[in-house]
């Protein structure tokens, strides 16, 4: 079975900043999109932001600027930069990949707490 594997969560005061990392396996051929997600306690899970695969990255309207995702073809991995953190996007966040044929999958998920 193909993994995702997903490192960097963690615990964070408010105002600080953590980075996401997601290695994705190049047993997934032709990508058409990479991404997080993340869900919260009693939510359903959202969209963060992705990235397709012309490069165009698309953001949820709550993260947009201070959120930002990145991508490193040579290493295979998706980031995330999540700057600013702040109390509400404590959560489970997913690393998600699209493969060619629209097939989805996700990565293991680790809990984002931002907290004093």
């Known amino acids: 079975q193909v993994q995702l594997v997903e490192s960097g969560g963690g615990l964070v005061q408010p105002g600080g900043s953590l980075r996401r990392s997601c290695v994705v396996p190049r047993s997934i051929a032709r990508i058409n999109s990479m991404g997080w997600y993340r869900q919260a306690p009693g939510k359903q899970r959202e969209s963060v932001a992705d990235i397709t695969r012309s490069g165009r990255t698309n953001y949820a309207d709550a993260v947009k600027g201070r959120f930002t995702l990145s991508r490193d073809n040579v290493k295979n991995t998706v980031y995330l930069q999540m700057n600013s953190l702040k109390h509400e996007v404590t959560s489970v966040y997913y690393c998600?990949?699209?493969?060619?044929?629209?097939?989805?999958?996700w990565g293991q998920g680790t809990q984002v707490t931002v907290s004093s």
């Open positions: 998600r990949v699209v493969d060619g044929r629209w097939l989805e999958t």
